[in-house]
């Protein structure tokens, strides 16, 4: 039986490869209204309150990815409230009305859909209470209903969130609660190899599946922490170091959880990478993914 990775597992910052290093922290900060957290040697760490959601590296020197290549297809960045979300979708809507690619209710939450300056997808969403959700035979039902961008902000946008997304809060800082990475979806080459890497070897459970097309699967009984499709991607070999997708966090509440995930990873052959702190390892199409113990 294939070992799991613990229920209270969740997804830490994703990490981005820019060209324009300026451009892309004030995308995240002026129109997604995160905070940048920290600045150094070339990068930005933007997030709420003291938790990484984007880490930006300037890379200047490297090419584009080309659409049809293995990647990131999004960082899907939840919010506590729906006032919170529709603070986050006027802001992008005011300050960067072009990224704007669509919306949908999938059943389990509430999403909206850009695309950064630099190509990179962004889902912005909200979470309805885990009570609510549809399970049929360990398969969490999703769909992709249709979701009125302004019937959502009339309805959930107060007069605060309008004046903040539009200002931007006073002094720095989100007065909103919570954001985190909820999920990564990654454009891949195959689903088969996928489930075989993340659920059977990674540990990861299956919670929906779309055939061969896309795959979403989660710790801990969640929508799901990560999804894989081919859309785009079909048929996509290992990818070269370019723009895009720098690498994946994983968050294990314990250090034996990582120290379990290490030696279940070298077992089947994955090379893992320990530096006594993390585990990282390539997925079958060279996305890095990095396995770290939660912080409180």
Do not use: C
């Amino acid at each position: 039986m294939t070992e799991l990775l613990p229920a209270d597992s969740a997804m830490g910052a994703v990490t981005l490869r820019v060209a324009d290093l300026d451009g892309m922290t004030a995308y995240y900060r002026d129109a997604v209204t995160l905070d940048v957290l920290a600045q150094a040697g070339g990068s930005t760490i933007l997030g709420r309150g003291s938790t990484p959601v984007v880490i930006l590296e300037h890379a200047p020197e490297l090419r584009h990815a080309a659409p049809h290549e293995a990647g990131l297809f999004h960082t899907a960045v939840l919010f506590d409230s729906e006032e919170a979300l529709a603070a986050a979708v006027y802001s992008v809507a005011t300050r960067a009305p072009g990224t704007f690619t669509g919306s949908a209710d999938h059943l389990v939450s509430k999403a909206f859909y850009f695309t950064d300056p630099e190509g990179n997808g962004v889902e912005l969403y909200w979470d309805r209470d885990r009570t609510t959700w549809s399970w049929t035979h360990g398969q969490v039902e999703m769909g992709t209903l249709y979701l009125d961008p302004n019937d959502f902000l009339r309805e959930h946008l107060t007069d605060r969130g309008a004046a903040l997304a539009t200002a931007g809060a006073p002094g720095g800082g989100s007065p909103f609660g919570s954001a985190v990475v909820g999920h990564v979806h990654l454009s891949v080459g195959d689903v088969a190899s996928a489930r075989e890497f993340y659920v059977d070897r990674l540990g990861f459970a299956t919670t929906a599946a779309l055939g061969d097309q896309a795959l979403f699967v989660s710790a801990g009984g969640y929508h799901h922490h990560m999804a894989m499709n081919t859309w785009n991607s079909r048929g996509a070999g290992r990818r070269q170091l370019a723009l895009g997708l720098g690498q994946v966090e994983i968050h294990v509440p314990q250090a034996d959880d990582l120290g379990e995930l290490s030696e279940r990873m070298r077992h089947y052959g994955i090379e893992a990478r320990d530096d006594g702190r993390s585990v990282t390892f390539d997925d079958p199409w060279a996305n890095v993914v990095r396995a770290v113990v939660a912080t409180s």
